[in-house]
């Protein structure tokens, strides 16, 4: 297959699923070409070229000198200004930000084209062509700056009127809550549908740059009240570039935790590893860039719960509980009445149920204590695996397209309460009480026994 049919291939696919997208993740370059009295040179031939994969494109200024440049990739720039009767110009390190509109008027010295007039240095950074206020962070600040978990929204407090509460993923934009804002992945939202949670976070090693719109947001925006996080991932260059990072965390310098008395120290492992890798597919016109990111943690957590003391599995609550017989319910006038047992102690046979259930407890390991009397430390896991590969592909002077997959996988075991998987993760500890309450069911007619009838464990009203 020859690289011909190759691009053509691959532009195919992404413009089948990459529309839409570009009016709100690419940048624009406008601006007016004038000479030495500041009028406009008209029919002036422009060319720009993007510094990393050396795609060109070209336009023609109108009548008044006025040009534009819209749908162009984050990046560095450079125009090349080509007129009869004056010298070339070149102005080099045009940089060009997501979602912002970049002003470049340039002024021709006369002379011949011959003659060449070489500009170097980037435009002021004022934006006069629109008036939405907003923030970008580029690519060296995103992977240079130091980030527990890795995750870029931290890097929204850059801007100014941004809050990230502690304990908190997402930030609040200018006072607002952090469900009302919008986030964008090279144009495409990446919230689900319950409103302001967010699917992933994009690794930081394949963000481009990344703008926060927090005032005078443009109407191509919609669906948020707040302000807008949009992001532009990596895309491949004329040049191979590879990378490789890895960040370990290890427990062996922890603290013991204060409530695990007993047992070894609990783990803390963390490795969060992963790599990029950009080349060109075919040189000047197609070309391709991947990462990948692993978690793998490991994280020691102590569970304390409250299980059946030894005297309570032989159905002593002497001191505990009233304990009633619920063989001996009789109906007195509107309520139904159980008697004691004697010293709280339950007399009768226990239900085969009931002994399978008391079973499945271990043995406490506090035996003094009848509440949080028992200490179980494991193993808090989650593992997550992400990747990206993105094509970006150019034919001509004027198609551009890119198309990009992301896969997001993790796997999380939380530590368990009791060793065979169960337990309360949340809530109340685990008690008597309320381990046996949630299998019995109510009294059936006097004289009749429901399934745990001849344990009495549960305790019950007069």
Same mark, same amino acid.
């Not at 004027?398 to 999380?412: C, K, L, P």
């Not at 075991?413 to 309320?434: A, F, N």
């Given at each position: 297959?020859?690289?011909?049919?190759?691009?053509?291939?691959?532009?195919?696919?992404?413009?089948?699923?990459?529309?839409?997208?570009?009016?709100?993740?690419?940048?624009?370059?406008?601006?007016?070409?004038?000479?030495?009295?500041?009028?406009?040179?008209?029919?002036?031939?422009?060319?720009?070229?993007?510094?990393?994969?050396?795609?060109?494109?070209?336009?023609?200024?109108?009548?008044?000198?006025?040009?534009?440049?819209?749908?162009?990739?984050?990046?560095?720039?450079?125009?090349?200004?080509?007129?009869?009767?004056?010298?070339?110009?070149?102005? !080099?390190?045009? @940089?060009?930000?997501?979602?912002? *509109? &970049? =002003?470049? #008027? +340039?002024? %021709? !010295?006369?002379? @011949?084209?011959?003659?060449?007039? *070489? &500009? =170097?240095? #980037? +435009?002021? %950074?004022?934006?006069?062509?629109?008036?939405?206020?907003? *923030?970008?962070?580029?690519?060296?600040?995103?992977?240079?700056?130091?980030?527990?978990?890795?995750?870029?929204?931290?890097?929204?407090?850059?801007?100014?009127?941004?809050?990230?509460?502690?304990?908190?993923?997402?930030?609040?934009?200018?006072?607002?809550?952090?469900?009302?804002?919008?986030?964008?992945?090279?144009?495409?939202?990446?919230?689900?549908?319950?409103?302001?949670?967010?699917?992933?976070?994009?690794?930081?090693?394949?963000?481009?740059?990344?703008?926060?719109?927090?005032?005078?947001?443009?109407?191509?925006?919609?669906?948020?009240?707040?302000?807008?996080?949009?992001?532009?991932?990596?895309?491949?260059?004329?040049?191979?570039?590879?990378?490789?990072?890895?960040?370990?965390?290890?427990?062996?310098?922890?603290?013991?935790?204060?409530?695990?008395?007993?047992?070894?120290?609990?783990?803390?492992?963390?490795?969060?590893?992963?790599?990029?890798?950009?080349?060109?597919?075919?040189?000047?016109?197609?070309?391709?860039?991947?990462?990948?990111?692993?978690?793998?943690?490991?994280?020691?957590?102590?569970?304390?719960?409250?299980?059946?003391?030894?005297?309570?599995?032989?159905?002593?609550?002497?001191?505990?509980?009233?304990?009633?017989?619920?063989?001996?319910?009789?109906?007195?006038?509107?309520?139904?009445?159980?008697?004691?047992?004697?010293?709280?102690?339950?007399?009768?046979?226990?239900?085969?149920?009931?002994?399978?259930?008391?079973?499945?407890?271990?043995?406490?390991?506090?035996?003094?204590?009848?509440?949080?009397?028992?200490?179980?430390?494991?193993?808090?896991?989650?593992?997550?695996?992400?990747?990206?590969?993105?094509?970006?592909?150019?034919?001509?002077?004027?198609?551009?397209?890119?198309?990009?997959?992301?896969?997001?996988?993790?796997?999380?075991?939380?530590?368990?309460?009791?060793?065979?998987?169960?337990?309360?993760?949340?809530?109340?500890?685990?008690?008597?009480?309320?381990?046996?309450?949630?299998?019995?069911?109510?009294?059936?007619?006097?004289?009749?026994?429901?399934?745990?009838?001849?344990?009495?464990?549960?305790?019950?009203?007069?």
């Amino acid at each position: 297959m020859t690289p011909r049919n190759v691009l053509w291939i691959a532009l195919w696919l992404v413009l089948s699923g990459g529309k839409g997208a570009s009016a709100q993740i690419a940048g624009e370059l406008t601006g007016r070409i004038l000479d030495s009295s500041g009028a406009g040179v008209p029919n002036a031939q422009i060319e720009l070229t993007e510094s990393s994969t050396d795609l060109r494109q070209t336009t023609v200024t109108t009548s008044s000198g006025d040009y534009i440049f819209i749908n162009l990739s984050p990046g560095t720039y450079q125009i090349d200004v080509t007129a009869t009767g004056f010298q070339h110009l070149t102005h !080099t390190g045009i @940089t060009v930000m997501t979602g912002k *509109t &970049v =002003t470049a #008027d +340039l002024i %021709l !010295t006369p002379g @011949t084209d011959q003659q060449t007039v *070489t &500009v =170097t240095g #980037d +435009l002021p %950074l004022l934006q006069s062509a629109t008036s939405n206020i907003q *923030t970008n962070i580029s690519h060296p600040v995103v992977v240079a700056m130091p980030l527990n978990t890795r995750n870029f929204v931290q890097l929204t407090t850059l801007a100014p009127g941004i809050e990230l509460p502690p304990g908190t993923q997402l930030p609040r934009i200018n006072g607002g809550r952090p469900r009302t804002n919008e986030y964008l992945y090279d144009g495409i939202s990446a919230l689900q549908p319950e409103p302001g949670q967010v699917a992933f976070f994009p690794i930081l090693d394949g963000i481009q740059e990344f703008t926060i719109e927090a005032n005078n947001v443009p109407a191509e925006f919609g669906r948020f009240n707040g302000g807008v996080v949009n992001v532009s991932t990596r895309s491949g260059t004329n040049a191979v570039h590879a990378s490789l990072f890895e960040f370990l965390r290890n427990g062996q310098l922890n603290a013991r935790n204060y409530f695990a008395t007993t047992g070894s120290k609990p783990e803390y492992r963390r490795n969060l590893y992963g790599g990029t890798l950009s080349l060109p597919i075919v040189h000047n016109r197609l070309f391709f860039f991947g990462d990948f990111q692993g978690v793998r943690q490991l994280i020691g957590v102590t569970r304390i719960s409250t299980i059946p003391t030894l005297n309570e599995r032989q159905g002593i609550f002497t001191g505990v509980s009233k304990i009633y017989n619920p063989a001996t319910t009789t109906l007195v006038g509107s309520a139904y009445v159980r008697q004691e047992f004697p010293s709280d102690t339950i007399n009768t046979p226990l239900d085969p149920a009931a002994k399978a259930l008391l079973a499945r407890f271990p043995t406490p390991t506090n035996l003094t204590a009848s509440a949080n009397n028992y200490t179980r430390t494991a193993n808090d896991a989650d593992h997550q695996s992400q990747f990206d590969v993105r094509i970006d592909g150019a034919f001509r002077s004027s198609d551009r397209a890119f198309g990009r997959y992301t896969f997001y996988n993790e796997v999380e075991q939380p530590v368990t309460p009791l060793p065979d998987g169960s337990g309360l993760l949340s809530g109340s500890v685990l008690g008597t009480t309320s381990s046996i309450v949630s299998i019995t069911r109510p009294p059936q007619q006097p004289g009749r026994s429901d399934s745990l009838g001849r344990t009495g464990v549960t305790p019950q009203r007069k």
